[in-house]
């Protein structure tokens, strides 16, 4: 193993084994490093669609949302700039209760979430079933801030922050992959923090 | 409009050519490496640090040289003060030291020569947008370009002798002697003096500097957002 000359690291401690490879805990802070600029986005207004390869496409305003049966997450974030966010936790409701409204066709395999600004981000549906993805609207108690989503985002937290779209509007199921922002710029197309996957051939 | 970026080469080890000071808390280790590859100016290196017992640290750090100076990239790295490898970095590194990159990444923050060019940043975020400036001076000189660069103070510039005419400074909390302008945060006035009608923008900065320099840009109604290119830069250290 080389090492770098003097080095000795200042962030240690922990549960051995809590951080996937490559990561530090930021703590109390929540980096915001979004490509675009913070929209502004009226509640009162935005509504969410699942659409593509369902059977049923759904609209939901905001209070539509609310009347679904919360779900919370508690639990870690992991950023690929490698960032993460320990004992945290996000209300909202599970994307599971979503797909079964909208009622996925056989032949869906992936989705594509698309966010007011824009911003795309791909994941395979077996990442966001079965209990492992949010729509979320709630910090730790508080509403989503803007610059962090709000009102309403994504969490797919098993998978690197940049899946979680930010002020997400649409979901969109696919018969096919089709890679995201990032993920057509150098980034993995999956984003698993455990096997490190950031990169594109990672 | 977006050319997919290439994934990035695989981790090696770059040996340190020179570690330049840019200013008291900031400085530029030029890297020489095994294996170079041209980047894209605005894409930045992963470095990562292994310790004896083989704990590792890994950031990244915005390219500030441009690809037309080959074999070599220069890191701009701002000494956080509570950070665990910027501090490293400019305090331990020495010429001769080898440090283990990866690059070159992101595909979001580049320029690919269009113009006219127009570059705002907040302290150390004026690296990658003079890896673009030192480019289009080398390979688009035709192109026009404006850099708007916010500092704290006179002792807080960061390439100031490769500052031209295409450069405007402010300065957020002290002023040099017979400045025009009050010490200050960035301003619609200060936006609208250097923006263009048309073209990309480069905004790289604090996320909270991003934002407001950004917001400024897009409210001049001069520019289509989707051409205003952000890179904000967190807390990580």
């Known amino acids: ?202 | 409009m977006t050319e997919p970026a290439p994934a990035p080469g695989p981790w090696q080890w770059a040996t340190v050519q020179a570690v330049v000071p840019e200013n008291r808390h900031v400085s530029t280790l030029r890297l020489v490496l095994p294996t170079w590859v041209p980047h894209l100016p605005g894409q930045h290196y992963v470095v990562r640090l292994t310790a004896e017992d083989g704990y590792t640290a890994s950031r990244s750090y915005s390219v500030s040289s441009p690809p037309e100076l080959t074999g070599i990239v220069e890191l701009t790295v701002d000494r956080l003060p509570t950070g665990e490898v910027s501090p490293y970095l400019v305090d331990e590194v020495a010429a001769g030291d080898e440090v283990e990159v990866r690059g070159p990444v992101g595909g979001h923050f580049v320029w690919r020569g269009e113009g006219p060019l127009l570059l705002v940043a907040g302290g150390s975020g004026v690296a990658p947008v003079m890896a673009m400036l030192r480019s289009r001076r080398l390979s688009h000189p035709e192109v026009a370009a404006r850099l708007l660069f916010s500092v704290r103070s006179p002792e807080d510039l960061i390439f100031a002798a490769d500052l031209g005419p295409e450069t405007t400074v402010v300065h957020t909390r002290r002023t040099p002697p017979g400045s025009a302008r009050p010490a200050g945060r960035i301003t619609a006035a200060d936006i609208a003096a250097v923006a263009f009608d048309r073209g990309p923008a480069y905004v790289c900065g604090s996320s909270g500097f991003v934002e407001t320099a950004a917001r400024l840009l897009a409210d001049t109604g001069r520019y289509d957002p989707a051409r205003i290119l952000l890179e904000r830069y967190g807390p990580t250290s």
Request: with cysteine.
């Open chain 1, 1 to 202: 193993m080389r090492v770098s000359r003097g080095f000795t690291g200042s962030r240690r401690g922990g549960e051995p084994g809590r951080l996937p490879p490559g990561q530090y805990d930021v703590g109390s802070n929540w980096p915001v490093l979004t490509a675009e600029l913070t929209p502004r986005v009226d509640p009162d207004s935005w509504t969410l669609t699942v659409n593509g390869r369902v059977a049923d496409p759904k609209v939901w305003s905001w209070q539509d949302l609310r009347a679904l049966p919360p779900s919370t997450y508690s639990g870690d974030i992991h950023c690929v700039t490698t960032w993460s966010k320990l004992d945290t936790s996000f209300t909202g409701v599970s994307v599971d209760e979503l797909l079964a409204a909208a009622g996925p066709l056989p032949e869906a395999t992936h989705m594509v979430a698309t966010s007011t600004t824009g911003y795309t981000t791909n994941l395979p549906l077996a990442d966001i079933t079965g209990g492992k993805a949010w729509i979320v609207w709630e910090h730790e108690g508080r509403p989503l801030t803007v610059e962090h989503g709000g009102p309403v985002r994504m969490l797919v937290p098993h998978l690197y922050f940049w899946k979680s779209a930010k002020w997400i509007e649409t979901i969109t199921l696919l018969d096919h992959d089709e890679p995201g922002f990032w993920e057509v710029r150098g980034y993995h197309d999956r984003g698993d923090p455990w096997r490190e996957q950031r990169y594109q051939g990672d």
